[in-house]
């Protein structure tokens, strides 16, 4: 094989983008150690792809850190409830807040959701008026069914009676 057809390949790319599969790594480890121009390539294409993704970065809004931050410290849990001292984003103002007992758990090792004791109640509510409804429905299907049966019937009889 040729090794300038190998860096073509598009190889080096899969690799730098972490989506080579272990055969293709290892094959491409291989090349790096024993062709220089396949080294050489490479650090190559990480360097563009460094600038490329240096090139297209966005700064991001000021007070983005605070926000950040401030989202951290309300999900994790505080064991003292004191005031504590928080920065703003540019550093220079500060404020207090209160610790706070709730937190919501982002990941945790249940697969089972957690909810506020009054939600509660009102997924019951509703779980049981879904029941009470189904009943309604499945109810009125058999009245309606039976009724039209009855109908059937009185029309044949009605039939019936002209005929004679």
């Known amino acids: 094989m ?60 000021p007070g983005t850190w605070y926000k950040i931050e401030r989202d951290i410290e309300a999900i994790i849990p505080h064991q003292e409830n004191a005031p504590r001292l928080l920065k703003n984003g540019s550093g220079n103002k500060s404020r207090t807040r209160k610790g706070n007992d709730e937190y919501i758990e982002v990941e945790g090792e249940s697969s089972h959701m957690r909810l506020h004791k009054a939600w509660r109640w009102v997924f019951a509510a509703v779980f049981i008026l879904g029941k009470i409804f189904l009943g309604f429905a499945i109810y009125f299907y058999l009245e309606n069914k039976h009724t039209q049966e009855q109908i059937r019937e009185l029309k044949t009889e009605i039939r019936q009676l002209k005929s004679k």
């Open 2 to 61: 040729n090794i300038q057809e190998y860096i073509d390949s598009g190889i080096l790319e899969t690799f730098v983008l972490g989506v080579a599969s272990e055969e293709e790594v290892k094959q491409l480890l291989y090349m790096k150690i024993k062709y220089p121009e396949v080294s050489e390539a490479l650090q190559q294409l990480e360097q563009d792809m460094e600038k490329l993704a240096a090139d297209m970065a966005i700064t991001p809004p």
